[in-house]
């Protein structure tokens, strides 16, 4: 099985940064996507940014310019940079990775079990 486990959340004043992780464990040939997703209080989950094996990078319109998103092929690991944190940012942060367990087979999506980022003002 496949798990993916976030870390790097906490409690920040705004305008701070953190950085979070996110690593995929089990059988895994190639992660072919990574993205971070928020859920802010009250709201549905949204895309923050997400990245291709090609290093083809997209990103929310709230998060272009203050946050990157880089991965580490060789650790199966994504890493999203947060700076310039505003109130609007807290939620829980999902990391989601696309993940082909086998070489030629179609990838399966996987999600990890968030983690709590709070910007206070």
């Known amino acids: 099985q496949v798990q993916l486990v976030e870390s790097g959340g906490g409690l920040v004043q705004a305008g701070g940064s953190l950085r979070l992780s996110c690593t995929a464990t089990?059988?895994?040939?190639?992660?072919?996507?990574w993205g971070w997703y928020l859920q802010a209080p009250g709201k549905a989950r949204e895309m923050v940014a997400v990245?291709?094996?090609?290093?083809?990078?997209r990103y929310a319109n709230s998060a272009e310019g203050r946050f990157t998103i880089s991965q580490d092929t060789a650790k199966n690991t994504v890493y999203l940079q947060m700076n310039s944190l505003r109130p609007e940012d807290t939620g829980v942060y999902y990391c989601?990775?696309?993940?082909?367990?086998?070489?030629?087979?179609?990838?399966?999506?996987?999600w990890g079990q968030g983690t709590q980022v709070t910007v206070s003002s």
């Open positions: 989601n990775a696309q993940v082909r367990r086998r070489a030629f087979t179609p990838s399966s999506e996987y």
């Open positions: 089990g059988r895994i040939s190639s992660i072919p996507g």
């Open positions: 990245i291709t094996s090609t290093q083809i990078t």
